[in-house]
């Protein structure tokens, strides 16, 4: 043959009908998907500066290329549009939020919404075995793209910190991945599990130095070795004036 | 805007002054309804396999669901058949885009798109000079924003695969669209869905009855040469018939010309579904996409109207001219 063959790439979801689409990790956006979210962000950024008043301390910690996971306690739905909204914007649209399956992807319109606008995945709370976290795994280095992550399993009910449960521990145990731990305050005032409105409570973010988990095995002990690890950074974070 | 365009645009009083025009959407609502109780007969009678059976109603189900969104448009004006085609070549391009890789490359991605809405604007404005530029200025723009990346790997390919999704589906389509400027133009758009689909329903049937030799393995492993012979007979009669209705008392209103049309749909037809999978088989992917879940995506569907919309557009052209009797440049208005 004269020419060699030219190599085709094509979307990683093209077999997915539209409504699977949206529910599923591999989904690989495009031009429509990039419009709503540049919409999405810039009213969610503008909503949090005016309503609540973001402040952010130690932003220069932010990794300026994936892959990285943001981890953070977990108070209510508005914690991963913060913590999205404070990524630079040309990284943005590589942050990929890990929402719980049952909540954000049974109803199609939500899942839509989940998709479309915030980006984000399901981790489908009966089945965060070992597959599942392979999966988002395997995205988070091939791609690379970044997640945004609660441990906590759930929103806390008091805005206590629950233990860190070691799901964190298979997606980067062993990795050079940056794990940028995150502590939010505010947000439950804000808009706890109970409330329904949100209050124009103000909220801060404190960002703690990345952390890489190369030398971390990759089983059972080393997962939770990481998930302690971060729950202490975090909880370091909330006493750092 | 004068008051022809207008009624042409937004019009539904004259739906169907065109006698064919109400005979066609009367036929596609028989053959939906008659389709899915013969072919419970023919299983009843034992005529038909249960799997080909499954397969009937399966397809009959997409098209279904997707004949009203395709005739309403048509129907209600010339406006919402620009819509109806703009949202179909747009959506075809994205399954074309995501299949071959090219909607990676974000410049040459966003110059097709807005290529396309361009494509549907001369079309709405009634603007034959800019409609037919714009293959070449779409060229040019693909080109030079294959530049911008600096990265000469792999320029040819994202070059050429922009030109050509933009050709087959934006300039392709785009006839399709354009036709619309003429005054019946609802009967030669029906006209042309209906024999175009119906010539792959012919090829299916006559190749399930017929089919022996092979005609392309490697291309399309499903296509007999008696299917194919099948769909042109079938195919160039009904066009023939038909295009007698449509263009009655015109120049093309000759057993030879009406013949010659019907040769021309059938053919072209169905290479615009080969070249569809060539495309396919050259990525190495079955279906374009799951917009229609089993069925594939939309471009699976409309794949043989990619060829055909071009070729009856300036064979109809040739004879009788499209939209001459129609105001030009209703938007841009007339330098």
């Not at chain 1, 909220?203 to 002990?221: A, C, K, S, Y």
């Not at chain 2, 090829?203 to 194919?228: D, H, I, M, N």
């Not at chain 2, 012979?229 to 023939?240: E, S």
């Amino acid at each position: 043959m004269a020419l060699n063959d030219w190599r085709y790439k094509p979307a990683t979801d093209i077999d997915l009908s539209p409504s699977q689409r949206w529910k599923s990790v591999r989904r690989e956006n495009g031009l429509f998907e990039e419009m709503t979210q540049g919409l999405w962000w810039a009213l969610v950024k503008a909503y949090l500066k005016c309503v609540h008043s973001l402040t952010v301390y130690g932003s220069k910690q932010i990794p300026r290329v994936p892959p990285f996971v943001f981890v953070a306690n977990h108070e209510s739905h508005l914690d991963a549009l913060v913590l999205t909204s404070i990524v630079p914007h040309e990284v943005r649209r590589r942050v990929l939020p890990v929402a719980a399956g049952d909540t954000f992807f049974v109803s199609p319109l939500v899942a839509a919404f989940a998709a479309a606008c915030l980006n984000a995945l399901p981790l489908w709370r009966r089945n965060t075995g070992y597959h599942a976290m392979l999966e988002l795994r395997h995205r988070l280095i091939s791609e690379p793209c970044s997640y945004i992550l609660f441990p906590e399993g759930r929103r806390s009910r008091n805005g206590l910190m629950m233990p860190f449960k070691p799901g964190v521990g298979m997606l980067v145990a062993g990795t050079d991945v940056n794990v940028v731990p995150c502590f939010l305050e505010g947000t439950f005032e804000a808009l706890g599990p109970q409330s329904r409105w949100p209050r124009p409570h103000p909220i801060h973010v404190r960002i703690g130095e990345p952390l890489r988990f190369q030398q971390t095995p990759n089983d059972r002990e080393g997962w939770t070795h990481i998930a302690r690890e971060l729950e202490n950074r975090i909880k370091h974070l909330t006493v750092l004036e | 805007m004068t008051e022809v365009t207008s009624q042409r645009l937004f019009g539904v009083s004259d739906a169907f002054d065109q006698p064919v025009v109400a005979g066609l959407t009367i036929a596609i609502a028989a053959i939906l309804l008659v389709t899915p109780a013969l072919a419970f007969l023919l299983l009843k009678a034992k005529a038909l396999r249960g799997s080909v059976y499954r397969e009937v109603i399966s397809k009959w189900k997409t098209w279904a669901a997707l004949t009203p969104l395709l005739i309403g448009p048509i129907i209600l004006g010339a406006f919402w058949t620009v819509l109806l085609l703009l949202g179909l070549s747009l959506w075809c391009y994205r399954e074309y885009s995501r299949a071959t890789g090219l909607f990676r490359s974000r410049g040459i991605h966003v110059s097709v798109v807005v290529g396309i809405a361009l494509v549907h604007f001369a079309v709405l404005d009634h603007w034959y000079d800019f409609f037919v530029a714009l293959m070449p200025i779409m060229s040019i723009v693909i080109v030079v924003v294959g530049l911008f990346p600096d990265e000469p790997k792999g320029f040819i390919q994202r070059v050429a695969l922009g030109i050509f999704g933009f050709m087959l589906i934006g300039i392709g389509l785009g006839h399709l669209a354009y036709l619309a400027n003429d005054s019946a133009y609802r009967s030669i758009i029906l006209m042309i869905l209906v024999s175009v689909e119906m010539n792959d329903v012919f090829g299916y049937v006559a190749g399930k009855l017929f089919g022996r030799r092979k005609l392309a393995p490697k291309t399309s492993p499903g296509k007999t040469a008696e299917g194919t012979i099948g769909a042109l007979v079938l195919t160039t009669i009904m066009v023939a018939v038909l295009g007698h209705w449509v263009f009655e008392g015109t120049k093309l209103d000759y057993p030879q010309t009406l013949i010659t049309l019907g040769l021309l749909v059938s053919v072209t037809g169905q290479l615009g579904d080969l070249t569809l999978s060539s495309i396919k088989r050259d990525v190495g992917i079955k279906d374009m996409s799951a917009t229609l879940s089993a069925h594939g995506g939309l471009l699976d569907r409309f794949d043989s109207l990619l060829l055909v919309a071009p070729t009856v557009f300036h064979y109809v052209g040739y004879f009788l001219g499209i939209g001459l009797d129609q105001p030009a440049r209703i938007l841009s208005g007339s330098v």
